[in-house]
Every structure is written in structure tokens, then in C-alpha cells.
């Protein structure tokens, strides 16, 4: 008999894109689901939508609760509601091909690993095709997983496009004083409690590009939480191994790099965030030359970005 997998799907004001992810969930190849979506307070069609499936399709759970203005109080609160064996997160704007579990939970058990992590596609609309590519697949110790993934190489930190142990997971949680990037330090504590993963480059995740991602809102507290996120994986990582470690902090100064140049073109005026973002931009300069775990561009952009952050000072 299949395990029961566990798909949880965080809603925001989502209502033009929700159906069409709610209907890659329901017709998955794989059956013995339980899709577990909660409205966030959203102010629009999100929580009629949902309730319009579950009334069509049993496995799907709805909650409702107040928004809390936490992503990472929101996943956590998806994580309490999962009684799968294994559980995987869709971004409800985002939606998956129909053999998107399948695939995970063959190579789970087939390869017995804690983790495994399928390949994805960008597109900026949602009926868009799957890709044509050239597969590999590739069986790691999660230390190795963890370095490229702190290096963006070849798979990203997100949590969506992975599939989990759900005992392993709850065991963890969300750390609820990160609500940006804080799938990545999620990712990061779950790897340091398991041993292995396996990864296969097929597009059946597909990730919507549009402009009222997060990635394209304004700086504000959340967003800042980046820096608090890659500060705690630098913490977590200093004892374990020493290249893992410079990958930490040289993400680290990656991502005072990036809230840099946003403060920027923002023109948002703080000397202090100023000055502790060039510190630590300069920390990471000599960990990145000649580091293989980090794109060609990332190696040019940090040492680049400084030498103009010390320009403009």
C-alpha cells in the first residue's frame, strides 16, 4: 500500500493562480495524498476557491486562520497538521506535473535517503510546457548536499521541489524569528540531523515568476531577516566541516551584497546596516576566490560589489 504524502500549501490572496496549482495537486499519479492547504487572512477569493475543491476532492484539508504577517508561524503550523509519512511544500501559486510525487517518493524508498530533491522549471505563465532536459541524478551525504546548497549549485534552498521525512521535519520547525529565507536555514537544520539525499534534474516543479513575489517586494523587517537566517546557518555550520563552513559565510556576504545594492536603488538611508553589511561583505572576499561551489558570477559579483560599496562610502 502507498504511503500517505502529505502536500502543504500556504495561501496568501492567491485567487488567479490557486486553482490552477489546487488542480496539478488532485491529479497526481500518485493517490494516497492528504493536501493541506491553510488561508492566511487573505482578503480575497483564496478561501472560497479552497473550500469550492475540498468540497470536490476529500484529501483536501482547509484552514483558516489570521495572518500573522510570519511565514515561518504559517509552515509551522502547516507541519502540526501533516500526518503523512513524507511531506512535500507547493507554493500555491506554483504548480507541479503529474508525476511530481510519484517520482520523489519512488526515489525515497528506492534509494533510501532523508531527502530528495527533483529538479524545476521558471516560467512566467502557468500553463506553461515541461522542458526538455538533458537528466542526471546523483546521491549525496548531506553534508556535500548542504554545501552546494548554501552555494546555489546546482539546487536551490527552497522548500518547495523536495520531498521529506515527516518525523524528521517536525522535529525541527521553523525558526519564527525568520520569516525571509528561513526555508533555507529549515533546509539547512534538516540536513545536519540527516544522512543522505538524492537529486534528479527533472522540470516537474514549475515556479511562476511574476511581481507580486516577495522576491520583488520592498525592504522592510521580514525581508532583513535574510541576513539573520545565513548568521544562524554560520553558527550551525563552524563546528561541523571547514568548507562548509566558509560556504556559509561567504553566502552570508553574498546576501549583504544583495540587501546593499537593494538599500540602494531604495534609497534607504542607514550608516549602521551600511557599515555592517560592507564588514561582512569583506569577511567572505577571500573565501570565494577560487571557490567551486559558487557560480563564476557570484566569484566576480562579491569582490565587484565591494570595490563600489567603497567607492560610494
Request: aromatic share 10%; charged share 25%.
Amino acid at each position: 500500500m502507498e504511503n500517505l504524502v502529505s502536500i502543504l500549501v500556504p495561501c496568501y490572496n492567491c485567487e488567479k493562480f490557486l486553482e490552477n496549482c489546487l488542480n496539478s495537486l488532485i491529479n497526481q499519479s500518485y493517490k494516497n495524498l492528504e493536501i493541506v492547504c491553510v488561508n492566511d487572512g487573505s482578503i480575497d477569493k483564496t478561501l472560497e476557491i479552497l473550500n469550492n475543491f475540498a468540497l470536490k476532492d476529500k484529501r483536501i484539508k482547509v484552514f483558516n486562520k489570521e495572518n500573522e504577517k510570519s511565514i515561518s508561524k504559517t509552515r509551522n503550523f502547516l507541519l502540526e497538521k501533516a500526518n503523512g509519512k513524507y511531506l512535500t511544500w507547493v507554493d500555491s501559486d506554483d504548480w507541479v506535473e503529474k508525476n511530481y510525487i510519484l517520482d520523489m517518493v519512488n526515489a525515497m524508498e528506492n534509494k533510501n535517503v532523508d531527502l530528495v530533491i527533483c529538479g524545476y522549471q521558471k516560467d512566467k505563465k502557468i500553463n506553461a510546457k515541461q522542458k526538455k532536459i538533458k537528466r542526471y541524478y546523483e546521491i549525496d551525504n548531506n553534508i556535500e548536499t548542504l554545501k552546494k546548497m548554501i552555494a546555489m549549485k546546482p539546487y536551490l534552498g527552497y522548500c518547495w521541489a523536495k520531498l521529506y521525512k515527516t518525523n524528521i521535519a517536525k522535529s525541527i520547525l521553523f525558526d519564527t524569528d525568520v520569516n525571509f529565507s528561513e526555508d533555507m536555514l529549515f533546509n539547512c537544520k534538516y540536513l545536519l540531523v540527516s544522512k543522505s539525499s538524492y537529486y534528479f534534474n527533472t522540470s516537474n516543479y514549475h515556479y511562476i515568476q511574476h511581481k507580486s513575489s516577495i522576491m520583488h517586494s520592498k525592504i522592510d523587517e521580514n525581508k532583513l531577516t535574510i541576513l539573520k537566517s545565513s548568521e544562524k546557518i554560520i553558527e550551525l555550520t563552524e563546528n561541523v566541516d571547514k568548507q562548509l563552513y566558509n560556504n556559509a559565510v561567504v553566502a552570508h556576504s553574498l546576501n549583504c551584497l544583495n540587501m546593499y545594492y537593494q538599500l540602494t536603488i531604495s534609497k534607504i538611508k542607514n550608516k549602521q546596516l551600511n557599515k555592517y553589511l560592507l564588514e561582512n561583505m569583506l569577511i567572505g572576499r577571500p573565501l570565494i576566490k577560487n571557490n567551486k561551489y559558487f557560480m563564476k558570477i557570484l566569484r566576480f559579483a562579491l569582490p565587484f560589489g565591494i570595490l563600489i560599496a567603497k567607492l560610494k562610502k
